[in-house]
Every structure is written in C-alpha cells, then in structure tokens.
C-alpha cells in the first residue's frame, strides 16, 4: 500500500450523525488511523436511519464512515471509561460532535485531558460557538438558518428556503478537518495540543460570506444592480432572496432547455459573462445587440437582463440542455447543465476521477459513494468499506494493550 499524507496519525473518532463523521471520514482518506466509537448495541444513530435494506447498516452510515474502524465502548461503565483514558492517550487526535456539555458530563474536561496526554488535539463540532446559543443543540437546517443561508436563498416572492447541499454539517466537517491538519502541523513546533473548534453557524456564515459583503453595499447604495430586484422592485433593509441570479459581476439565470415540460431538470445555468458577449447575441440570434446603446456594455443591460435571458431561453428551449453545453463552449460561453443525482451517477469521468465510487459491504452488498473529492497527487485515496458496529473492538484493544482475559472482564460489564 502506498504512502499516505496523514500515516501514522491516530484519531479517536467520536463522532456521530453527518458533520463530525464527515471530518474524520476524510482524515482516514488522507492516510490517518481513524478509530470510531459508539455505544455498545446501538451505535451511530445513523446506522438506523433512513433504511432501505432492513437489520443492514443505512447508507447514510455507510457513505459517511468509509476507511474507519469501529469500537464499541459504554462510556457509563467504569471499564468503558478506561478504555477511553488509552486511547485518550494513544491517539493524536480526538474528534467530537456531542451536544453542548456531554464531553465534561462523561468526565472528559480539558483539564483531564491535559493530564493523560498534552499533546491530543481535541476538535468539536458544535452547534452554535459562544453566546447566546452555545447550550443548544443544532442539526443540518438549524445551522442553515442561523448561518444566513436561508435567508438569502429562495425567491423574493416565497419564504426562506434551506439548500439540499449539507453546508451545515459536511460543509462543518471540512472546516473542522482542515483545523485539524492546521493544528496537527503547529504541534510539530510546539510539541502541545490544542482545541479545535467549528461552530455550524460560523462554517454557514463562512460559505455565506458574499452574502455580508452584499449586507453592506446595499446599506451604503440602497440598491444591488445585479439583484433581480433592480430595476423594477423594491429593496428593504436586508439583502433579499435572488433567486437563480448569479449574485456576482456576471449575470447568471436558469433556463429552461428542450424537453423542460415534461424533465424537471431540462434547464442549463447561462452566464452571459462580458467577456463573450459577442458570442452570446451571434448564438442566439440577435447580432444587433452587440452594438445597440440599450445591450453593448455590462452596465446598460443591467436595466434589461429580463428580457435578454427570456431572449436567450427562447434558444435554449430549442436546444437540450447537453447540445446547448456542446454549442456554448465552442464560444467559451460559461454554462452548465442541471443534472440529477440520476445522471451525476452514470458520469464515467466521475468514477475515473475516484470522485464517484462502487463499495462492497458485507451485509449491503454493492452501493454507490462519493469519494475523496480532493486529490493528493502523492496521497491517492482508496476507500474501503464502513465498518459493521464493534468489528474492530477487540483489535484495536489489543493494540492498547488490553489482554484477552481484561478484554472478556470488560465484556462481562457491559463497557465494550
Ligand atoms: N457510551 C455511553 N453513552 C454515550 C456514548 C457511549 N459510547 N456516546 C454518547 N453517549 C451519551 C452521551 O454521554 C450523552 O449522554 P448524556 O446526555 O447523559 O450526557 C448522549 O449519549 C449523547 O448526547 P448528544 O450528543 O446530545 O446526542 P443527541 O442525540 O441528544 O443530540 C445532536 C444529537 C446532533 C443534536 C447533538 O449531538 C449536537 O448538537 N451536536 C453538536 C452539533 C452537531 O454536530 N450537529 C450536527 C449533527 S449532524
């Protein structure tokens, strides 16, 4: 097996649901030993959830869990908690996403860890950082909600609306591990652990960042010229939903493409970039428009992106939305198709890049999983299966040290 970026990091993994697993899931990508606990019997909430093969491990388990090993110990038993101490002590790196409390609840305080092993990292998810709302506890939409998200995505005509892309939890879990890897690298010069903490709400607000940066234009000009609210509508004193508007210098719009009556995804994404806005107006039709005062520069059609998108979805309607991609690049033109989870999964090129993975589980038996999405070229990532609930515990507590009578003593307590 070839070397890996992160080999020979240890990670107790204690993590659960979707925002932790995420983070740990793509350290064991990188090379790191990545040991998840759970509760004796029960496990990750998710390894139930959302079932589609009864008494067999959900995909939502699955596909968030690759390239871990699984442990099971009962941290309310006094031998669970032992257990717990070595590999508090053995480990690199502790990852942790209970609710506000729990960690110091179990016995596990700053200061307990200080003592068995200064050098842990300890990384938390949490819902919100100090504050107001630090005790409470937040899943996906919570965060989505707090983090400015939801507020800014949506129609101006409709309500608030939450995004089907996990920013809350997996977009947390990847701020997480790179505060990780951040914290892994400074301990080479300190030789101390330290705390790692992303708070959903600020992960949210960080991918919300363009959305700030519009807060305050629109408070200094009271108008966003590229907001589908210009010029015709009203803005208020907060920056307002924008539909499919592109939000950035380039003027972006959904349209519908051949077939859209009766494919809800029959729709490409058009940029009508300045750049190639030549090519936009020789493409669809409309060469005039190169030179008329009303089209020629990007300010003056921001009076008129209305009628210049319906202009060009009456060209895209005659297209579907693959020709009108084929058509489009020839002119660099930037666009995209929407595409469904269904066509995402049939894309070669996804499974040639390792983006796109088949797994074989024992008990599932062959499923479909998104891979590392981020490529070492000096680390290739190899993804194995999730492991079934306590498949390693034995292993792993031989290699802290535990011998096979301790192991049947703990056994006999109910702590692993
Ligand atoms: N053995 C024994 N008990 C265990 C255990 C183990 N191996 N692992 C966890 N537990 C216990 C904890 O001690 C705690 O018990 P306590 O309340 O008596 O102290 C309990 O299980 C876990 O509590 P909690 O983390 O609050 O779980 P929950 O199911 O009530 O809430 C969340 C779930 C996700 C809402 C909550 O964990 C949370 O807010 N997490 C932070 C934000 C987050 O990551 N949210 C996104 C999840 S995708």
Same mark, same amino acid.
């Given at each position: 097996?070839?070397?890996?970026?992160? =080999?020979?990091?240890?990670?107790?993994?204690?993590?659960?649901?979707?925002?932790?697993?995420?983070?740990?899931?793509?350290?064991?990508?990188?090379?790191?030993?990545?040991?998840?606990?759970?509760?004796? $019997?029960?496990? =990750?909430?998710?390894?139930?959830?959302?079932?589609?093969?009864?008494?067999?491990?959900?995909?939502?388990?699955?596909?968030?869990?690759?390239?871990?090993?699984?442990?099971?110990?009962?941290?309310?038993?006094?031998?669970?908690?032992?257990?717990?101490?070595?590999?508090?002590?053995?480990?690199?790196?502790?990852?942790?996403?209970?609710?506000? $409390?729990?960690?110091?609840?179990?016995?596990?305080?700053?200061?307990?860890?200080?003592?068995?092993?200064?050098?842990?990292?300890?990384?938390?998810?949490?819902?919100?950082?100090?504050? &107001?709302?630090?005790?409470?506890?937040?899943?996906?939409?919570?965060?989505?909600?707090?983090?400015?998200?939801?507020?800014?995505?949506?129609?101006?005509?409709?309500?608030?609306?939450?995004?089907?892309?996990?920013?809350?939890?997996?977009?947390?879990?990847?701020?997480?591990?790179?505060?990780?890897?951040?914290?892994?690298?400074?301990?080479?010069?300190?030789?101390?652990?330290?705390?790692?903490?992303?708070?959903?709400?600020?992960?949210?607000?960080?991918?919300?960042?363009?959305?700030?940066?519009?807060?305050?234009?629109?408070?200094?000009?009271?108008?966003?010229?590229?907001? &589908?609210?210009?010029?015709?509508?009203?803005?208020?004193?907060?920056?307002?939903?924008?539909?499919?508007?592109?939000?950035?210098?380039?003027?972006?719009?959904?349209?519908?493409?051949?077939?859209?009556?009766?494919? &809800?995804?029959?729709?490409?994404?058009?940029?009508?970039?300045?750049?190639?806005?030549?090519?936009?107006?020789?493409?669809?039709?409309?060469?005039?428009?190169?030179?008329?005062?009303?089209?020629?520069?990007?300010?003056?059609?921001?009076?008129?992106?209305?009628?210049?998108?319906?202009?060009?979805?009456?060209?895209?309607?005659?297209?579907?939305?693959?020709?009108?991609?084929?058509?489009?690049?020839?002119? =660099?033109?930037?666009?995209?198709?929407?595409?469904?989870?269904?066509?995402?999964?049939?894309?070669?090129?996804?499974?040639?890049?390792?983006?796109?993975?088949?797994?074989?589980?024992?008990?599932?038996?062959?499923?479909?999983?998104?891979?590392?999405?981020?490529?070492?070229?000096?680390?290739?990532?190899?993804?194995?299966?999730? &492991?079934?609930?306590? @498949?390693?515990? =034995? @292993?792993?507590?031989?290699?802290? $040290?535990?011998?096979?009578?301790?192991?049947?003593?703990?056994?006999?307590?109910?702590?692993?």
């Amino acid at each position: 097996m070839s070397k890996k970026a992160l =080999d020979g990091v240890k990670i107790l993994d204690f993590t659960h649901v979707q925002s932790g697993p995420t983070c740990t899931q793509l350290l064991a990508w990188f090379g790191a030993d990545v040991i998840k606990v759970e509760r004796p $019997g029960e496990g =990750d909430a998710t390894r139930g959830q959302l079932r589609d093969i009864p008494g067999v491990d959900s995909l939502y388990f699955t596909m968030l869990n690759h390239n871990k090993r699984s442990v099971t110990i009962n941290t309310k038993k006094v031998g669970g908690m032992a257990v717990l101490d070595r590999l508090i002590q053995n480990c690199d790196v502790m990852v942790e996403n209970f609710g506000p $409390g729990v960690l110091e609840r179990m016995g596990i305080t700053w200061e307990r860890i200080q003592e068995l092993n200064p050098r842990l990292i300890v990384a938390s998810v949490k819902g919100f950082g100090a504050g &107001p709302y630090a005790e409470c506890k937040v899943y996906e939409n919570v965060a989505q909600c707090a983090g400015g998200a939801a507020s800014t995505t949506g129609f101006d005509d409709g309500p608030p609306l939450v995004t089907g892309a996990q920013i809350g939890d997996s977009g947390t879990g990847l701020h997480l591990a790179l505060g990780i890897v951040a914290a892994l690298y400074q301990r080479t010069h300190s030789g101390r652990g330290q705390k790692v903490l992303a708070p959903m709400q600020d992960a949210v607000l960080n991918l919300c960042r363009v959305k700030l940066r519009d807060q305050q234009r629109l408070e200094r000009t009271h108008t966003m010229n590229e907001y &589908p609210q210009y010029p015709d509508g009203k803005f208020g004193d907060a920056v307002p939903r924008a539909g499919n508007a592109s939000g950035g210098g380039q003027p972006g719009a959904i349209l519908k493409c051949k077939g859209w009556e009766t494919d &809800p995804n029959a729709y490409i994404y058009f940029i009508t970039q300045a750049a190639v806005w030549h090519s936009v107006c020789t493409v669809i039709g409309e060469p005039k428009w190169i030179t008329d005062e009303a089209y020629a520069t990007p300010q003056a059609r921001l009076l008129h992106l209305k009628p210049i998108f319906a202009r060009i979805e009456q060209w895209t309607k005659t297209k579907t939305k693959f020709e009108a991609m084929d058509i489009l690049n020839t002119y =660099d033109i930037p666009c995209g198709p929407i595409l469904s989870m269904k066509e995402i999964a049939a894309d070669r090129s996804l499974y040639d890049s390792g983006t796109l993975v088949e797994v074989d589980h024992p008990t599932r038996g062959k499923y479909l999983s998104v891979g590392n999405p981020i490529k070492l070229s000096d680390s290739p990532t190899e993804v194995t299966r999730s &492991p079934l609930l306590g @498949e390693h515990t =034995d @292993e792993v507590l031989a290699q802290l $040290g535990f011998d096979a009578s301790e192991i049947g003593a703990l056994r006999l307590e109910g702590a692993i």
